[in-house]
């Protein structure tokens, strides 16, 4: 009888033990494995981020070139020829009967517009230009263009003391301004565009606010992937490649506001150019 | 009430808090499985609360003067448990062989509890067959869910799913008393005194499950899961 029951305990006891070890041994074995792939589809996610953030890189250098060359050839090629046209008027005039002469002279006024036109849309394509004047400058520079058009009212307002910022993140803030302004020109139909920077050493706050017809945001957001529209998905992208935090709010009849904060902007000492 | 201060009803604390925290399944929507495990978790509580008054005194409240042989209960609660994890595992497990194999199987094993609960061993008697046809499927299914976590593409964060600690619990209680349990009838015929010696390894694992319990409704759903 005691051999019995120390027998029937030891079988207890030892197949308890061997069902326990193989119990931990799966659960051990499951979270192994299941941790395993995730720090492998962790270094896939990394990866792929690396890889969209290098690709994004590149497609910016590329466009920086191909506005450079732009901005070159309209300053070399058609800013001659501009001022090759207005040279030969100058030659035709005394030639020319006085009555067609007021023609001629508008024709002339024209081309020096069209000169300047031509100069000032070179300056803003190109980069090294950008860097020289510093984006604060340029996007001066930029609303004035708009101003002139007469058809907005443009209202700039600056606060705190101005500073520089790297050359590539000034670069990247002024391709996004051009941006929004490009979207208030074609979609906005605003007349009146407000512009404020706001400079602190822990943050830089640029807003950009329109009066025009607004747009349902979300909605836009959901279209731009049917459409397969990427404007909106890029200026964010963009922004986070200089750490910026875009965001936009817009109501449908109500404007628009974009605002780009970048929170401990690196700011430049001194510029070497 | 000193009784419920010794070792075999220290799982009563978890499964208790369990049971409390397991309400937030209702009024937070978590998905149909997570609500079914909170039923079973305070089916369980109630089972093992009616278990214990029945011996106390509910067996001769009132008019009536049963015998104190609360094995009815438990009894009843092992096909009703059983009844609600294969409904929970058929609702998780996304194998169609298996979504198609679960409701016949859970027909015949819930048909044979009540069979055993009623004719053959009684409700009087522990019910060691039912016991054997309760933990072998549920084991199965346990590990056919880790299998399920294995092959998932999705990243699952095992440790903060309630499904994952529900099933360890599960799958280690029920493996591990599967042959203390498997003994139990032999040995309260043969070996009454034994049979004491071997109970704290099921409230041991009694009460690991329990904290799992516990644990599994301390987490939140990840979206991923279940399908």
């Not at chain 1, 020319?96 to 031509?118: C, D, F, G, H, Y």
């Not at chain 2, 369990?18 to 089972?47: D, E, N």
Request: charged letters at 20%; one cysteine or more; glycine letters at 2%.
């Amino acid at each position: 009888m005691q051999t019995s029951t120390l027998a029937t305990a030891l079988t207890i006891i030892i197949s308890t033990a061997i069902v326990l070890c193989l119990s931990i041994a799966i659960i051990y074995f499951l979270f192994l494995y299941q941790r395993k792939r995730f720090r492998h589809q962790q270094e896939l996610v990394e990866i792929r981020e690396a890889f969209n953030q290098t690709l994004l890189q590149s497609k910016l250098a590329i466009q920086e070139q191909t506005l450079d060359h732009i901005s070159k050839e309209l300053h070399a090629n058609f800013s001659h020829l501009v001022s090759l046209i207005n040279i030969n008027l100058s030659e035709a005039l005394p030639q020319i009967p006085v009555e067609q002469r007021e023609n001629i002279i508008e024709t002339k006024s024209l081309a020096k517009q069209l000169m300047s036109e031509l100069k000032a849309l070179s300056a803003n394509l190109n980069t090294d230009h950008i860097i020289h004047i510093g984006f604060v400058k340029a996007l001066d520079n930029e609303l004035s263009r708009l101003a002139k058009t007469k058809k907005y009212e443009i209202v700039i307002a600056k606060t705190g003391e101005e500073y520089r910022m790297l050359p590539e993140h000034e670069i990247i803030l002024f391709r996004l301004c051009q941006e929004v302004l490009n979207n208030v020109v074609k979609y906005a139909k605003a007349s009146k565009v407000s512009t404020s920077l706001t400079f602190s050493p822990d943050q830089f706050e640029l807003t950009i606010a329109d009066d025009g017809s607004g747009f349902d945001v979300e909605e836009a957001l959901k279209r731009s992937g049917e459409k397969q529209s990427t404007g909106l998905l890029n200026i964010r992208k963009r922004a986070a490649l200089i750490n910026a935090e875009f965001n936009i709010a817009s109501r449908e009849g109500e404007g628009t506001l974009v605002s780009i904060n970048i929170p401990r902007p690196e700011i430049l000492k001194s510029l070497v150019l | 009430m000193q009784r419920l201060l010794k070792y075999e009803y220290l799982f009563l604390v978890p499964l208790l808090l369990s049971a409390i925290f397991s309400l937030k399944s209702f009024w937070q929507k978590w998905p149909k499985p997570y609500r079914l495990l909170s039923i079973l978790v305070i089916v369980s509580l109630l089972t093992e609360l009616a278990a214990f008054f029945w011996r106390l005194f509910i067996h001769k409240m009132f008019f009536w003067d049963y015998s104190k042989n609360n094995f009815w209960i438990y009894n009843l609660f092992i096909t009703i448990r059983l009844g609600i994890l294969l409904v929970v595992f058929y609702l998780i497990l996304d194998a169609p062989r298996i979504k198609r194999i679960i409701p016949p199987v859970a027909f015949m094993l819930v048909s044979f509890g009540l069979l055993d609960y009623l004719i053959i061993q009684g409700p009087f008697q522990y019910n060691t067959y039912s016991v054997i046809f309760a933990h072998i499927p549920i084991i199965v299914l346990c590990l056919l869910y880790f299998k399920q976590l294995l092959q998932e593409t999705r990243i699952i964060v095992l440790h903060k799913e309630p499904l994952v600690w529900m099933t360890l619990g599960l799958f280690v209680y029920h493996a591990v008393s599967l042959p203390f349990l498997i003994m139990l009838g032999f040995l309260n015929m043969q070996q009454s005194d034994l049979s004491l010696v071997f109970l704290p390894i099921n409230d041991t694992f009694n009460l690991l499950m329990c904290t799992c319990y516990l644990i599994s409704f301390l987490c939140k759903p990840q979206l991923s899961q279940p399908h």
